[in-house]
């Protein structure tokens, strides 16, 4: 079965840009859409956007002019890239299948990024 | 793009039913049957309860059941177990976009 691993640096400093990688196993991304969503501490879910496999995105509009979602330099990854953070970034970040339109399944562990100087 | 609606918690005892609540606008919920629910147990990933406003995955149990009403979906838990305890999201498709509810806790007396 498809299982999905962030990784990436647990502490980013401020203005700089948090990377994360999403690695998929047991399966290919070819043919699905794929997302990342967040959780700043002890609040809610906060979609920050999806891919298609071949590389279409759609993001957050909050979040727009920072976020950027790719497929990965190496086979079976995706991205996420966002820039200039600040505090308010500080979250658990999850990458997730898009199954058909609005099937979130399954979800990584999620990685915890903190930002802080 | 605002957040969905939903009640902050929710409580009932074990066997009860209880419903969570989750209201949009015509622009996600009222113009989509495109609804989803999560499970979230504390420290864990959230879980795929629902799909398309009344799906059910393979594996969740049926006491799971799901509904919409204009702009407006509901999660009904049925025979409340102490394992229900979690917290619980909406979601919903937004033409290309996507929205999340701020979160229900559920706490099983």
């Known amino acids: 079965q498809v299982q999905l691993q962030e990784s990436g640096p647990g502490l980013v400093k401020p203005s700089e840009t948090l990377s994360l990688t999403c690695t998929v196993s047991?399966?290919?991304?070819?043919?699905?859409?794929w997302s990342w969503i967040r959780q700043p501490p002890g609040k809610g879910l906060e979609w920050i956007g999806y891919m298609y496999y071949s590389g279409s995105t759609n993001y957050n509009p909050s979040l727009k002019s920072r976020v950027t979602i790719s497929v990965g330099t190496s086979k079976n990854q995706f991205s996420l890239k966002l820039t200039s953070v600040t505090a308010a970034d500080t979250a658990v970040y999850y990458c997730?299948?898009?199954?058909?339109?609005?099937?979130?399944?399954?979800w990584g562990q999620g990685t915890l990024v903190t930002v802080s100087s | 793009q605002s957040a969905l609606t939903q009640p902050r918690s929710v409580s009932g005892s074990p066997g009860q039913s209880v419903t969570i609540s989750c209201t949009g606008t015509?622009?996600?919920?009222?113009?989509?049957?495109?609804v989803s629910w999560y499970q979230q147990h504390p420290g864990k990933a959230p879980k795929l309860m629902i799909y398309d406003v009344s799906k059910r995955p393979s594996g969740v149990p049926d006491r799971f059941s799901g509904s919409k009403s204009g702009n407006a979906a509901s999660l009904t838990i049925s025979g409340l177990q102490a394992e229900d305890e979690a917290d619980y999201y909406c979601?919903?498709?937004?033409?290309?976009?996507?929205?999340f509810g701020g979160g229900t806790k559920l706490t099983v007396l």
């Open positions: 997730a299948r898009v199954y058909a339109i609005l099937r979130f399944d399954p």
């Open positions: 979601c919903s498709y937004a033409g290309s976009l996507v929205v």
């Open positions: 047991g399966g290919s991304i070819n043919s699905y859409y």
């Open positions: 015509s622009g996600d919920i009222g113009a989509y049957n495109y």
